[in-house]
């Protein structure tokens, strides 16, 4: 059974639907639509579903805009980092690879368990759970848990 392109599209817009709520109430969908390139660790619906309601409803205000796009640019890093140049980055770095975030703080990329996490500031972890959705300007890699800054 085949998906067309539409399909696909309409369900990948379905499961970030609170990432692109979020973009647009942190006033940086602009900003990534830029030439980039970027890569960029998209928390799914699911992830965003882990943060409590109340807490996720509040950063979506116009007052916390800003706090807003600190979390979200965490989640962004300068330059295309396709899976192979992050598995190769953590062969060199004997499992763990750092790499600064678009909001200046630092993500850690760790592989145990035969997975590879993003570990935030906080010491949390989130598993990618999907690689290499190329786009224009940049990658997405797919994560099951909001990573969070200091």
């Not at 639509?33 to 996720?56: C, E, M, R, W």
């Not at 007052?63 to 598995?87: E, F, M, R, W």
């Not at 770095?93 to 500031?121: H, M, P, S, Y």
């Amino acid at each position: 059974h085949r998906v067309d392109r539409r399909q696909r599209q309409m369900c990948i817009r379905d499961s970030f639907s609170t990432l692109v709520a979020a973009l647009t109430a942190a006033d940086l969908v602009a900003a990534l639509q830029s030439d980039g390139p970027f890569t960029v660790f998209a928390p799914t619906n699911a992830a965003f579903a882990k943060i409590d309601s109340k807490t996720l409803n509040s950063l979506l205000e116009k007052q916390n805009q800003a706090a807003l796009a600190n979390i979200l640019t965490y989640h962004v890093v300068p330059g295309k980092l396709v899976a192979s140049d992050v598995v190769a980055a953590l062969k060199k770095g004997k499992g763990t690879v750092e790499l600064k975030a678009l909001n200046g703080q630092v993500l850690t990329v760790v592989q145990k368990d035969d997975k590879i996490w993003l570990k935030d500031q906080k010491g949390n972890y989130s598993e990618i759970i999907a690689t290499d959705v190329m786009a224009s300007n940049g990658v997405i890699h797919v994560i099951d848990t909001v990573v969070m800054p200091n």
